[in-house]
């Protein structure tokens, strides 16, 4: 539904984006994601069509983003730009109407979009509300029923969740989902990682303009993580468990606690194998053996550190 080739944009100096290979597939939610300044609002931008690329192109359902489609664009996607203005003196109802002028829905239509708007971002009570009132949560909300009013396949939101309180955070959270769930295809950005984590079919690691990673959240831990943890459990002497494991090629660190040995291994996988063989075979009995979680946020760090170490 999303698809760039080679997308780049050069703003000199190394700044921008460059040669980036996106896809995502219909009905999926992307967390792109990346530290500031890295290009995640340069690559929104160019998806939208507001800036053009230096080279390289980008399509929305097979439409390729030019000025000469801007117009089938501009109808394929729901944009939520990461700061984004509210009318003084507005009511929420006069807000959406005003939009759905905008994108010359018939008039007769335009309270049916509101409704369906509102409802599914959870926002149907602020109707009457003023736009000037709002908390930044609900301003959110009613940003992304924007968003929906004419209908679009695809969402592209800028930080969706940025400046909220852990609590509307976990709102839109669930509202996203909700409108993966309606068939919409999402493409958020947000340089939190754990945030975007629990929602997200498909994630990319965005690094100085460059995809670091791209696949399942599963996958990218899989394939980044340098270091597996383990938690070896047994069930005899614990420092005879523990000595046997530091002895074991590519163990860095055994430590005990309580009946159960946490290993931190650089080894392959095949390699875990011979390490519980090992084990057995010096009468150690293990009674169990799990991985450790290994933790997003820590992939997203160490693949991202040297952009952090920089800025420092
Ligand atoms: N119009 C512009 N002219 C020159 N450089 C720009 C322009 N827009 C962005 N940049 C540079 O391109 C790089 C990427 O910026 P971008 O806004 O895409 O980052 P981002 O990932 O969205 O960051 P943030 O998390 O802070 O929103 C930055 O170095 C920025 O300074
Ligand atoms: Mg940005």
Same mark, same amino acid.
């Given at each position: 539904m999303i698809r760039t080739e080679k997308l780049t944009r050069d703003y000199g100096a190394g700044r921008g984006i460059l040669d980036l290979d996106l896809k995502v597939p219909k009905g999926t939610i992307f967390g792109y994601v990346g530290p500031n300044g890295s290009g995640k609002t340069t690559t929104i931008k160019l998806l939208c069509g507001l800036i053009r690329p230096t080279h390289g192109r980008a399509f929305i359902d097979d439409v390729e983003v030019t000025p000469h489609n801007s117009h089938r664009i501009k109808r394929l996607i729901g944009y939520m730009p990461d700061i984004f203005g509210v009318y003084e003196q507005m009511s929420v109802w006069e807000y959406l109407d005003f939009f759905c002028a905008a994108y010359r829905i018939p008039v007769k239509e335009r309270e049916k979009r509101v409704q369906s708007a509102l409802k599914l971002t959870d926002a &149907? %009570?602020? $109707? +009457? %509300?003023?736009v000037t009132s709002l908390s930044r949560g609900m301003r959110q909300r009613i940003g992304l029923a924007r968003t929906l009013l004419h209908g679009p396949e695809v969402l592209i939101l800028d =930080? !969706?969740? @940025? @400046? $909220?309180d852990p609590n509307a955070r976990i709102e839109m959270r669930q509202t996203i989902q909700r409108l993966r769930d309606v068939g919409k295809t999402i493409l958020l950005s947000s340089h939190i990682l754990p945030e975007l984590a629990s929602v997200c079919d498909l994630v990319g690691i965005l690094k100085k303009g460059q995809l670091v990673a791209h696949g399942t959240v599963a996958e990218i831990t899989d394939s980044l993580q340098e270091r597996l943890i383990l938690v070896v459990g047994v069930d005899s002497e614990i420092t005879k468990a523990v000595r046997c494991c530091v002895q074991? !090629?590519? /163990? +860095?660190e055994a430590i005990a606690s309580g009946n159960e040995v946490r290993v931190v291994f650089s080894g392959t996988r095949g390699e875990l194998a011979d390490l519980t063989e090992s084990l057995v075979k010096q =009468?150690?009995? /293990? &009674?169990s053996l799990r991985e450790e979680e290994a933790d997003l946020e820590q992939v997203f760090l160490s693949v991202t550190n040297e952009v952090k170490s920089e800025d420092a």
């Open positions: &149907t %009570y602020m $109707l +009457d %509300y003023q =930080e !969706p969740a @940025g @400046g $909220l074991f !090629p590519n /163990v +860095d =009468e150690v009995r /293990v &009674t």
